[in-house]
């Protein structure tokens, strides 16, 4: 099973293989579904960009799109 977490604008982001989470230390939500990460090496942060690698492709991300 993929995952992976990084800290982007003040909230956790937590990934599995096929989703992705967001934790602001009051609510743990999904904000992004069938985007995830193979594992934590494939999550690069690049300025206020994300990009990951999972089953369904490579994306970049601002961890809510």
Known sequence: MGHGL???NDRLLIFTTTQTYA???VQLKQTI???GAY???VIQKVGDTI???CPNGVFATN???
Do not use: A, K, L, M
């Open 6 to 8: 990084i800290v982007h």
């Open 63 to 65: 961890g809510s799109s």
């Open 51 to 53: 990009y990951t690698f």
């Open 33 to 35: 579904s069938n985007v």
């Open 23 to 25: 934790y602001d230390e």
């Open 39 to 41: 594992n934590q090496r």
